[in-house]
Nanobody, 114 residues
Framework: VQLVESGGGLVQTGGSLNLACVAD????????MGWSRQRPGKQREMVAS???????TYADFAKGRFVIYRDNDKAILHLQMNRLGPEDTAMYYC?????????WGEGTQVTVSS
């Protein structure tokens, strides 16, 4: 299944963005899906994930600021990001986990200006 991310861009500190990842209904309903990010010069890190039963997990830096949710009708995974800061500048990737492997999209760039 191809994952296609969108919604990134340039935003000022304190602003918000809503990332979207188009998948398909089977993937959304069957696998754990989530978002990871890779900041410049850093390793990729988990941001948030959601199970088929809608249980969510967040990295500490995302708690209270980011919300992961699914639009099941449109088969889209979202990441609502609020109160963004320059430290959130990164390439954000959507993924799903089959229990055996992870599958990734191409990513969407988020840049937060100070």
């Amino acid at each position: 299944v191809q994952l296609v991310e969108s919604g990134g861009g340039l935003v000022q500190t304190g602003g918000s963005l809503n990332l979207a990842c188009v998948a398909d209904a089977n993937t959304l309903g069957r696998y754990v899906m989530g978002w990871s990010r890779q900041r410049p010069g850093k390793q990729r890190e988990m941001v948030a994930s959601i199970t088929p039963g809608s249980r969510t997990t967040y990295a500490d830096f995302a708690k209270g600021r980011f919300v992961i949710y699914r639009d099941n009708d449109k088969a889209i995974l979202h990441l609502q990001m609020n109160r963004l800061g320059p430290e959130d500048t990164a390439m954000y990737y959507c993924y799903y986990n089959t229990g055996i492997d992870n599958y990734w999209g191409e990513g969407t760039q988020v840049t937060v200006s100070s």
